[in-house]
């Protein structure tokens, strides 16, 4: 933990504002203290996030704006109408949905019914494209999309690998480490009988994080531009891998020039689009052992530092 997340930490988190019942803004008093208090403190936990909809107390989100502009990254901010139409999609259902919060650093749930182990697994998508590109087992690819294809194949093997070893460790919290008290608190599992490592929740996820998402984003980008379209030799691209580009500088600053993620370039918005795509539909996929089912995520928060 303190090598991928810099120390460790309870990850715990307060959620402000959103919306009532009626779709009101929810910003209340204790809003206002909650943002005061952390304003002077500027402790590294608990996290604190808002949510931000088309009702929300414009005084407030402009005092949010002036404490992200002091520095520290908080509060975060979550846009309402994506989360609540990515938890029903999940099946939850919309009043409970309305009532969503984060549960550490960017995963929702529903507070009091939620049992979301959101951060199971990390997967380094970066290394996927690595091997991908490194793959010499028949013919080479002919196309940035065939590479792809590739890809998408080794992100398939290394989701079943991940799955298959977080589901041992699910099984063995659910034999040896039981949370009676958790389980006491948490919605379904007294109806149910369950603990929560059993499955007792009322939301029962797990979550597998994507780690490097807007790296791949610009190495397809790269990709696409260097070697598929301006004629870069992707044999003496596999070299330059394989030595970490000793001697191979030019490649490397050319490599560099490509378009990148959140340029607003017309060629590399599609791959982001391609890429969250398959990897929210190959992580659901997935079977989790206590019931329920695995939920995607996108983390980079950190991990680069481990995973490079």
């Not at 689009?273 to 939920?295: F, H, I, K, Q």
């Given at each position: 933990?303190?090598?991928?997340?810099?120390?460790?930490?309870?990850?715990?988190?307060?959620?402000l504002a959103?919306?009532?019942?009626?779709?009101?803004?929810?910003?209340?008093?204790?809003?206002?203290?909650?943002?005061?208090?952390?304003?002077?403190?500027?402790?590294?936990?608990?996290?604190?996030?808002?949510?931000?909809?088309?009702?929300?107390?414009?005084?407030?989100?402009?005092?949010?704006?002036?404490?992200?502009?002091?520095?520290?990254?908080?509060?975060?901010?979550?846009?309402?109408?994506?989360?609540?139409?990515?938890?029903?999609?999940?099946?939850?259902?919309?009043?409970?949905?309305?009532?969503?919060?984060?549960?550490?650093?960017?995963?929702?749930?529903?507070?009091?019914?939620?049992?979301?182990?959101?951060?199971?697994?990390?997967?380094?998508?970066?290394?996927?494209?690595?091997?991908?590109?490194?793959?010499?087992?028949?013919?080479?690819?002919?196309?940035?999309?065939?590479?792809?294809?590739?890809?998408?194949?080794?992100?398939?093997?290394?989701?079943?690998?991940?799955?298959?070893?977080?589901?041992?460790?699910?099984?063995?919290?659910?034999?040896?480490?039981?949370?009676?008290?958790?389980?006491?608190?948490?919605?379904?599992?007294?109806?149910?009988?369950?603990?929560?490592?059993?499955?007792?929740?009322?939301?029962?996820?797990?979550?597998?994080?994507?780690?490097?998402?807007?790296?791949?984003?610009?190495?397809?980008?790269?990709?696409?531009?260097?070697?598929?379209?301006?004629?870069?030799?992707?044999?003496?691209?596999?070299?330059?891998?394989?030595?970490?580009?000793?001697?191979?500088?030019?490649?490397?600053?050319?490599?560099?020039?490509?378009?990148?993620?959140?340029?607003?370039?017309?060629?590399v918005g599609?791959?982001?689009?391609?890429?969250?795509?398959?990897?929210r539909d190959?992580?659901?996929?997935?079977?989790?052992?206590?019931?329920?089912?695995?939920?995607?995520?996108?983390?980079?928060?950190?991990?680069?530092?481990?995973?490079?």
């Amino acid at each position: 933990a303190t090598e991928y997340f810099a120390g460790l930490s309870s990850a715990s988190g307060i959620t402000l504002a959103g919306t009532d019942a009626d779709g009101n803004c929810a910003v209340n008093e204790v809003s206002w203290i909650i943002l005061e208090a952390y304003d002077q403190v500027r402790l590294r936990q608990p996290n604190l996030h808002v949510r931000v909809c088309e009702t929300t107390d414009p005084a407030f989100l402009a005092r949010c704006a002036e404490v992200v502009k002091r520095g520290g990254g908080m509060p975060a901010f979550l846009n309402d109408d994506q989360v609540r139409a990515a938890l029903r999609d999940d099946g939850v259902p919309a009043d409970e949905a309305e009532d969503y919060a984060v549960v550490g650093c960017a995963e929702w749930g529903v507070p009091g019914r939620s049992f979301p182990a959101a951060g199971a697994a990390f997967v380094n998508l970066p290394q996927l494209v690595r091997d991908a590109v490194l793959e010499d087992d028949g013919p080479a690819p002919r196309s940035a999309d065939e590479l792809f294809e590739r890809f998408a194949a080794q992100l398939r093997t290394r989701l079943e690998e991940v799955a298959e070893g977080n589901n041992a460790i699910e099984t063995a919290h659910a034999a040896h480490r039981p949370t009676p008290l958790m389980s006491a608190l948490v919605g379904g599992c007294i109806a149910s009988g369950r603990d929560v490592t059993r499955g007792g929740a009322a939301y029962n996820r797990a979550g597998i994080q994507g780690a490097g998402f807007a790296d791949v984003v610009d190495c397809f980008a790269a990709l696409q531009r260097c070697v598929f379209e301006d004629g870069v030799d992707l044999p003496r691209l596999r070299r330059a891998l394989e030595t970490d580009f000793e001697g191979e500088e030019p490649l490397a600053a050319t490599l560099r020039r490509a378009p990148r993620y959140g340029e607003d370039e017309d060629t590399v918005g599609p791959w982001a689009a391609r890429l969250s795509a398959l990897w929210r539909d190959e992580v659901r996929r997935l079977p989790l052992n206590r019931g329920g089912r695995y939920a995607a995520g996108l983390w980079t928060m950190t991990t680069h530092q481990g995973f490079g």
